[in-house]
């Protein structure tokens, strides 16, 4: 079973609330549900956390190693300025899918660019709540093929070959 864990970063706990034009209707508690009901449906084991502190992401991010299979993280905000959660992706070496409910590459000239972007498995952006989603099957997808490869290049284990001597008489 998959491991995963979702990160939200700050202010997505006020989704629902906050700039309905660009975030839509759906709350935070919504967004969550539709996750862990599609992980339930995928069989995925899935943890979701949200925070507004960097520094939590940071550690949740570096606790992930070793304990989830993939990071799907919508680092808000600090998308654009975060060289810490960047660094952090790329210590634990966790495959990261970073989502964005808006599309970021059709707004303010500041939020086009991702210091998680670089690190990251891929950017899914501007398809509102269903891009978790999205992040999730394309995280699961690749995490399997990863694993599919490794199990076919992978070699029968063979015992010590025995040295060869040659005579000189």
Excluded: C
Aim: net charge positive.
């Amino acid at each position: 079973m998959l491991r995963l864990l979702v990160l939200h970063g700050p202010n997505l706990n006020l989704l629902g609330t906050r700039e309905k034009s660009i975030y839509g209707t759906a709350t935070l508690g919504a967004v969550d549900a539709a996750i862990t009901r599609f992980a339930r449906q995928e069989q995925f084991d899935i943890t979701i956390r949200q925070s507004n502190l960097e520094g939590e992401l940071v550690t949740w991010i570096q606790e992930a190693k070793g304990r989830f299979d993939g990071i799907v993280i919508n680092p808000a905000g600090y998308t654009h300025t975060s060289i810490a959660i960047r660094d952090a992706i790329v210590a634990v070496a966790v495959p990261t899918v970073e989502v964005h409910l808006s599309n970021i590459h059709q707004r303010e000239e500041f939020r086009h660019k991702s210091f998680v972007a670089g690190v990251a498995l891929a950017q899914i952006s501007g398809f509102g709540p269903s891009g978790y989603l999205l992040a999730l099957r394309g995280l699961a997808e690749h995490l399997a093929a990863a694993r599919s490869k490794a199990t076919r290049t992978r070699r029968p284990a063979l015992g010590r070959p025995k040295a060869r001597t040659r005579s000189t008489s």
